[in-house]
């Protein structure tokens, strides 16, 4: 199936989820994540802030807090990501696209970030993705191995058994849903 119509079939299914059930589904992607050892050990952890029905980050980023954990979210600036850290006092402004963007200026570079939740539309069970098509999230994690440990996020009903990929698609590390958490062959967690 093309991208393009992968991604509008998933981001409809998305869309229908209800106020609750979004709610519900995304309370239980967020606790099957801090569960893990993944989430335990990183001391700098990078979020998103969602957008058109994506799995919410609030309780990961409360509980980054909580712990003593650096917080980054991501800003766009051109072509480009650049992550700064937040605190519960950091005012936020609208962005590129619609996207509430930090308005700090605390820049904290990709390499310092231990867990990066990247986010996506559709998701494939070898750990590839597809986002809404500009390649922020790849362009930025370009070059960098490992590091940060990327992490998706997902409801069920987003996860299919093949997406289509360009060379340039970075894959992720670990994908996380409601049902369950699936670390990817190939990589030394």
């Not at 979020?47 to 509980?63: F, G, K, M, S």
Request: hydrophobic share 40%; aromatic share 8%.
């Amino acid at each position: 199936m093309p991208k393009r119509t992968l991604r509008s079939l998933v981001l409809e299914r998305r869309a229908a989820l209800d106020a609750e059930c979004h709610a519900r589904r995304s309370r239980a992607v967020q606790q099957r994540l801090l569960a893990t050892r993944h989430f335990a050990r990183a001391g700098c952890v990078g979020l998103y802030r969602p957008i058109r029905n994506e799995v919410a980050t609030d309780l990961l980023c409360r509980q980054a807090w909580a712990d003593g954990k650096r917080v980054v979210y991501p800003r766009v600036r051109g072509e480009r990501l650049e992550f700064l850290a937040v605190g519960p006092d950091t005012g936020w402004i609208e962005g590129t696209f619609g996207v509430r963007e930090p308005a700090g200026d605390e820049r904290v570079e990709l390499v310092a970030v231990d867990l990066l939740v990247v986010p996506g539309v559709v998701f494939d069970r070898d750990g590839h993705r597809l986002g809404y098509g500009r390649g922020y999230y790849d362009r930025a994690l370009a070059g960098h191995g490992c590091r940060p440990l990327r992490v998706g996020l997902a409801f069920d009903l987003q996860v299919v058994d093949h997406v289509p990929r360009e060379e340039h698609d970075v894959r992720l590390h670990v994908l996380v849903t409601e049902t369950g958490v699936k670390e990817f062959a190939g990589f030394d967690l």
